[in-house]
């Protein structure tokens, strides 16, 4: 099934050609071509039902594409657990087991000790908790338990489907500040979200999913600059400034944060510049519009 | 395979639901094996009625220390082999009934070896359920041999391991098809409700017409609770009227077939889950 496009050492961690996965008729992921390269922190967006998590079983071996070809770590998904880590949706657990004993049983399987098990649990701060049965877990701790389990055997490649899912927010941002601390160096994690500051927050390079289809793939900034070419500024009074735009016949609109929106280019930001300081328009910043994720994802997801 | 077979044993062992048939088995063995029989009559009034006529009574010798294995065993095609397909499908349909079976994939040497390693810590366990439910036999005879005033001497030593070693043929085959029917049901509850429909219906309705159809008995001779019954009817030939013993084979096809059953199931499910997606 895999073909030989990327080896352990040549910086791509995840890559994919063509995948596809279809179940019956429909088209759950269509035609997904993904490189994911090694010691990034990488976000995988789309709205749920887009076809993220399953992609990601994909690539963890819990699912066979339809047709495509997919390679983790060099390897066909599913032969190397040693050096990858997955939370695929919801975490699971024997609930009649302790946390420890939960965490414990998949250490072994990989190979892993138990000083990384009482180190997981004390990282994640499940130690109190570490002797109750896991059924009585909150969903929170659930999630806890399973990024404890996903990282025991310290694996080369984390794979973290919605990780914040059923955190409180003092959790969201524990888990945020875990991941930053994880990644670089050659561990590689993908994480898959719906949620955009999230994934703003955190992540060096995205991919969008949308309806099944990769319809963004790069840097988070590339997709914050998007195509429009627009300039934005604060400037005061306000109305001068809009006159002056008007004679410019350049367009203009309110960002809602108190800043203009300007329609033109960065090529042109001398000459507007120039004319707002002949109209004693005051400038305090002007510079290239920023697009907010959001903006950028429903841009993407639209077009 | 070592790691994954101490990891399924450190599941089985832990699980309630493994000591909670070893406790069924017991209390079977006592209240049906020896305290009903027991309470019914053992003055010998008329041994030719068969269970529930009037008259019918057991004969005491039955219910003694000397015929434990006979007596023990006789639950054993019917009611224990419930018990351990129950245990069985429990022990595969729960991974998928809390999403384990994902860890069990993700984190697991191989989805063979990982199936291998629980069949075989599963058909071990079963061990357990059949020792208790011969100790409890044990302990209720010699319970009865001291109330009588009749002999305590137990049976040799050679046809209680014989015995235990038929009890857990027996258990291991519907511990297996149990675990076989998780796996390709995907779910516990309906292989334990179409199990016990099965083994307490089908089974013994087709026996039932063993002897007007060839096709019948050619089939009937196939199954595992008709081979079960064999097997323990070899054992036990006071106790033939008991649910599921039956004389329908020879020993030697008993163990055979049943054999035969218990790698079909470990193959065909082993089959099944390394191809399968795992959806849960």
Known sequence: MARNTSTPDDGVAICTSQLTRRFGDETVVDSIDLEVRTGELFGLLGPNGSGKSTTLRMLTGLIRPS?????????????????????????????????????????????????????QLETLGLADAADRPAGGYSTGMRQRLGIAAALVHDPDLLLLDEPSA??????????????????GGSRTIVVSSHLLTEIDQICDRVAVIHHG??????????????????????????????????????????????????????????????????????????????RSLEEAYMEVTSS | MIA?????????VRRPALWWSAVAAAAMSI????????????????????????????PLETLLPEQLV???????????????????????????????????????????????????????????????????????????AVVENESASPPPVAEVLRGLGAAWLILAVGAVLGLAGGVLARSSGAVIGAGLVYLFVVELLLRTFVSR???????????????????????????????????????GQAVAVLLAWSAAGVVVSAAVFARRDVHA
Do not use: C
Not at chain 1, 90 to 119: F, H, I, M, Q, T
Not at chain 2, 4 to 12: G, P
Not at chain 2, 32 to 58: C, H, K, N, Q, R
């Open chain 1, 213 to 290: 289809r990769l319809v963004f793939q790069g840097d988070l900034d590339e997709l914050h600059q998007g195509d429009s070419e627009e300039l934005q500024a604060r400037l005061r009074p306000r109305d001068s400034a809009t006159k002056v735009l008007d004679g410019l016949d350049i367009g203009h609109r309110d960002d809602g944060d108190g800043r203009l929106v300007i329609g033109a280019g960065p090529d042109r930001t001398p000459e507007i510049v120039r004319a707002f300081v002949d109209a004693d328009v005051e400038v305090y910043e002007i510079g290239e519009r920023r």
């Open chain 2, 213 to 251: 159809s060839e096709v019948i008995e050619v089939t009937a001779k196939a199954l595992p609770g008709t081979n079960a019954g064999s097997l323990a009817g070899s054992f036990a030939e006071t106790t033939q009227g008991a649910p599921g013993v039956n004389d329908l084979v020879g020993t």
């Open chain 1, 67 to 119: 047709s495509g070809d997919v390679e983790v770590l060099g390897a066909e998904p599913g032969t190397t657990p040693q050096r990858v880590g997955a939370v695929i949706e919801e975490p699971a657990v024997y609930p009649y087991l302790s946390g420890r004993k939960n965490l414990e049983l998949l250490a072994r399987l990989v190979g892993a000790g138990p000083d990384a098990v009482e180190e």
């Open chain 2, 70 to 144: 006979e007596n023990a065993i006789s639950g054993f095609p019917l009611f224990y082999l419930a018990l351990a397909l129950v245990l069985g499908a429990l022990t595969s349909g729960s991974e998928y009934t809390w999403r384990t079976i994902r860890s069990v994939v993700l984190w697991g040497p191989g989805r063979v070896t990982m199936l291998a390693a629980k069949s075989i810590v599963l058909v071990a366990a079963v061990v357990i359920v059949a020792v208790a439910a011969f100790a409890a036999g044990a302990a209720s005879s010699w319970v009865i």
């Open chain 1, 166 to 183: 059923g955190l409180d927010p003092s959790g969201m941002v524990e888990i945020r500040e875990l991941l930053e601390r994880l990644a």
């Open chain 2, 31 to 58: 209240v049906f094996g020896y305290v009903i029989p027991y309470l019914v009559g053992t003055d010998g009034a008329d041994p030719g009625s068969a269970p529930g006529e009037p008259g019918y009574s057991v």
């Open chain 2, 4 to 12: 994954a077979i101490r990891v399924e044993y450190d599941k089985l």
